[in-house]
């Protein structure tokens, strides 16, 4: 391969894992008052020291379980900050232990169930923003088409679409689309609320984004990526929400299905992810300079890039579907979703089917494969 084929896809696939980081950054400023400036500039920061601490492509993606739930509960940014220094918190600590132990016996099923929730949550979301009209249908065919062709010539469609709707939210400051902007009022804490937060993306976290991307990126990058640890990732979203929830930042986590995007859409070498930080804090300087503080993302892109997102992460699951009572399990999480839109009762149901499959004594439950 040439060297300015390899220069293209790897500023390709910089920007391949945008569908859900963008449309949840705008999102998080639309509907808790976060800063769109502060946003950019904190997500470029953390893309930056991705690229110099592990040296290979990582995605740096908001802590989907906390951002994807309060938008859809409601949760103030006060809320959702406190969350994420938590989940800092208790990160950083656990960079000191031999926490691998631990999550290797999660059983996979109560990750996928989790998977499941978020990836309903995802779609509820998106289908919010859709009335009957022509737009709301332009919406649900745009959705069809990104789950049906993902890729167009090895170009990933979500990350593109996303990609120029972040650019659009950008550069339009405030202009087009600005009724959907409904900033939540700052509020009291509201400590249950928060803890339903915090536990199911605790899981989340240790399985998917320190466990799996460690994995993944193994076997993208082989030798190449000894600097991917579970000590560094853990240390990174420690002290990396920690920092972030003084600035009123995104909350954050890196994700082997970030990684996987990045990849596939091109890119190979570490300053791949240092360009995507490069450019966001690029607009964060535009947005800036504009006066706006909210990043109004085009509504005719957020419910499309939501729902098809969330169709992904229903497909994770995949491999619990196949077990004997796997989808009783996969339906009873989206139920209890649909229901509360709280995953932590997601969690709770998913720990109970466990429970009573192992009094069963099933020699099929408790698989720990994190792949």
Not at 8 to 17: E, H, K, M, T, Y
Not at 146 to 171: D, K, N, Q
Request: hydrophobic share 55%; charged share 10%.
């Amino acid at each position: 391969m040439s060297g300015t084929k390899v220069i293209l896809r790897n500023i390709v696939g910089a920007f391949s894992d945008g569908a859900v980081l963008f449309p949840l950054l705008a999102l998080l400023s639309m509907k808790a008052g976060f800063s769109g400036v502060t946003l950019l500039l904190t997500t470029g920061c953390a893309y930056i020291a991705a690229a110099v601490l592990f040296r290979v492509p990582m995605s740096v993606q908001p802590l989907k379980s906390i951002a994807v739930a309060s938008i859809a509960i409601g949760a103030t940014a006060l809320e959702v900050r406190s969350s994420g220094l938590m989940i800092g918190v208790i990160c950083a600590a656990l960079a000191l232990t031999h926490i691998d132990r631990f999550v290797g016996r999660v059983p996979l099923a109560v990750i996928h169930q989790l998977q499941v929730g978020l990836g309903v949550l995802l779609i509820m979301q998106g289908g919010a923003l859709i009335s009957f009209s022509m737009p709301g249908l332009l919406a649900l065919g745009a959705t069809a088409l990104m789950v049906l062709w993902p890729e167009v010539a090895g170009v990933p469609v979500l990350g593109l679409l996303a990609t120029v709707g972040l650019c659009i939210a950008v550069f339009s400051s405030g202009s087009a689309g600005e009724n959907v902007a409904t900033v939540a009022a700052p509020g009291a804490m509201r400590p249950l609320l928060v803890l339903g937060l915090i536990i199911p993306q605790f899981f989340l976290t240790m399985a998917n984004s320190v466990l799996a991307t460690r994995n993944v990126s193994e076997r993208y990058f082989g030798a190449a990526a000894s600097r991917v640890t579970i000590r560094r990732l853990l240390g990174s979203i420690g002290l990396g929400n920690i920092a972030v929830a003084a600035v009123g930042g995104m909350p954050f986590c890196h994700g082997s299905g970030g990684v996987t995007a990045h990849v596939r859409g091109g890119a190979t070498k570490p300053w791949s992810t240092a360009l995507m930080g490069i450019v966001l804090l690029a607009l964060a300087f535009v947005q800036f300079a504009s006066g706006s503080k909210t990043l109004i993302y085009p509504p005719l892109l957020v419910a499309p890039l939501l729902m098809a997102t969330g169709v992904f992460h229903l497909q994770l699951a995949a491999s619990t579907a196949k077990q004997r009572v796997g989808m009783a399990k996969l339906i009873a999480a989206a139920v209890v979703t649909i229901a509360t839109k709280n995953l932590l009762l997601v969690l709770c149901a998913a720990v109970a089917f466990e429970w009573i499959e192992r009094r069963n004594h099933d020699p099929a439950s408790g698989s720990t494969e994190y792949s």
